[in-house]
T-cell receptor
């Protein structure tokens, strides 16, 4: 069955700390991977996506993610977080004819000033 | 760019009542998706439209749920005889995709349903 796992449910960091959020997927066939972010009181926004090509993908606000096919992983990273990065982060996978997204359970990130 | 809009933003209803939500996608987006999100979970796929055709429905979409997208523009999601378990955030997303290609979905703010 298709699934996406996010093992970190809650992460608390101080400003300027480095961030890595784990994402593993189980998906048959070609997979496309996404990270979405939901800031407090706002709707889901796309951070970055991987369709093909360079496995290191850069997104908005200094975020990046690396697709490692052998590990079925697509971890999200940021070298130095800011208080404004406090949000919930969702990893998602898609593929097939409908491109429906399969989401992980999300990681709530709190950055302390 | 007006984005995806959803109405109403909040709906409180009594068990057994019918409710209808509306989603207006980004102009010219041919694909429209409905998802449901409960507390502590990621969004779960409900159904998908390509233009006006409903091409896939999740098993989560019981016979009390119906979705339409007349003329391939806005979409409505109706829940009949609501149950307390239907309480959730209902999300709409739209995208532009050609056959056989991958798209990027843009989400609306959601409609929060509370069934008393």
């Amino acid at each position: 069955a298709q699934s996406v796992s996010q093992h970190n449910h809650h992460v608390i960091l101080s400003e300027a700390a480095s961030l890595e959020l784990g994402c593993n997927y189980s998906y048959g066939g070609t997979v496309n991977l996404f990270w979405y972010v939901q800031y407090p009181g706002q709707h889901l926004q796309l951070l970055l996506k991987y369709f093909s090509g360079d496995p290191l993908v850069k997104g908005i606000k200094g975020f990046e993610a690396e697709f490692i096919k052998s590990k079925f992983s697509f971890n999200l990273r940021k070298p130095s977080v800011q208080w404004s990065d406090t949000a919930e982060y969702f990893c998602a996978a898609a593929g097939g004819a409908t491109n429906k997204l399969i989401f992980g359970t999300g990681t709530l990130l709190a950055v302390q000033p | 760019d007006t984005g995806v809009s959803q109405n109403p933003r909040h709906k409180i209803t009594k068990r057994g009542q019918n409710v209808t939500f509306r989603c207006d996608p980004i102009s010219e987006h041919n694909r429209l998706y409905w998802y449901r999100q409960t507390l502590g979970q990621g969004p779960e796929f409900l159904t998908y439209f390509q233009n006006e055709a409903q091409l896939e429905k999740s098993r989560l979409l019981s016979d009390r749920f119906s979705a339409e997208r007349p003329k391939g523009s806005f979409s409505t999601l109706e829940i009949q005889r609501t149950e307390q378990g239907d309480s959730a955030m209902y999300l709409c997303a739209s995208s532009f995709g050609l056959a056989g290609t991958t798209d990027t979905q843009y989400f609306g703010p959601g409609t929060r349903l509370t069934v008393l």
